[in-house]
């Protein structure tokens, strides 16, 4: 099992930026892909990014394409999650998850461990 801390959150105002990150411990060798989903008020949680670990490609869903940047620091087993021009329709929950295998990135039942989450809320 991997053990999953996000933090960064907050409240930023539109257009601005915000970094999560996401520390994981564990059994850290068994990731192959982390990623970071997000769930607003009476919304489903969705796909946000992704990035595969052994050859840091990265995943985005277009919502955010062009906005956000994952990227990882495999010396401090964390990944974050640069967010930038932000909207009021990213104010959600994010959540990091990892998974240890998965072909594809963007479905939630494919990480076996995931983090409680972190608020980001930006006002308009």
């Known amino acids: 099992q991997v053990q999953l801390v996000e933090s960064g959150g907050g409240l930023v105002q539109a257009g601005g930026s915000l970094r999560l990150s996401c520390a994981a411990s564990g059994r850290t060798f068994t990731v192959y892909a982390s990623g970071w989903f997000r769930q607003a008020p009476v919304k489903e949680r969705e796909f946000v990014a992704a990035?595969?670990?052994?050859?840091?490609?990265?995943y985005y869903a277009d919502s955010v394409k062009g906005r956000f940047t994952i990227s990882r620091d495999s010396a401090k087993n964390t990944v974050y999650l640069q967010m930038n021009s932000l909207k009021p329709e990213d104010t959600a929950v994010y959540y990091c998850a990892v998974t240890s295998y998965t072909e594809d990135y963007s479905v939630e039942r494919a990480y076996n461990d995931w983090g409680r989450g972190t608020q980001v809320t930006v006002s308009s």
């Open positions: 990035i595969r670990l052994s050859r840091s490609s990265t």
